[in-house]
């Protein structure tokens, strides 16, 4: 019996995950949770074998949430479950742990199938987030120096935060929403030790990448 945790803000969806993973004899639910905070603690009850996590969630999102999940309970496999193809999250969903990414247009069938897979370590990438993938492992190492794993999307924020620009401003320039925006900027902030968005401005001026 492969034992999975379901993670989402939005009720209805794990009860349509619920109703979806009830026809799997070999997939038992043992957990729900609304949030990556409680997630954690649940993982690290539970111990299950997967965890189906949403990324974009109030408070602790997926990418942190999948950390924290991972860190209580090491023997868990995350497969991201995502409402919309936003490829900007794919990088820190997989640096986080997570071993699958899929969509949540996925049939019941097809997710079945990725939660076996994932319980065993086979990893299910929906195309988009392979192809993300494969842009960052493509893209030219240490484009900045002393600017670490900042990836290429996440420097076009810092430059922009360097410039002054708002969360909203800079997901209007770069066509990303403002939660994503902020989720980058939360990276940007953990990645390079810095404690709130002046700092990171600072940076980005000290390292040259605004007037």
Known sequence: MIRVMLVDDHRMVREGLKIYLATETEIEVVGEAADGAT????????KP????????????????????CLAASPG???????????????????RAGALSYLLKDVSAEELATAIRGSAGGQPTLHPLAAA??????????GRVSGLGEVTPREMEVLKLIGKGLSNKEIGEKLFIGERT???????????LSLVDRTQLAICAVQKKLVD
């Open 76 to 94: 868990s496999r995350v497969v991201v479950l995502t409402s919309k193809p936003d490829d900007e999250q794919v990088v820190p969903a997989i």
């Open 181 to 191: 925006v902020k989720a980058h900027v939360s990276h940007l902030l953990e990645k």
């Open 49 to 68: 074998d997967v965890i189906l996590m949403d990324l974009m969630m109030p408070g602790v999102d997926g990418v942190e949430g999948t950390k924290r």
């Open 39 to 46: 997630a954690a603690v649940l993982a690290g009850e539970l």
């Open 132 to 141: 993300r993938l494969r842009e960052e492992l493509s893209a030219p190492p």
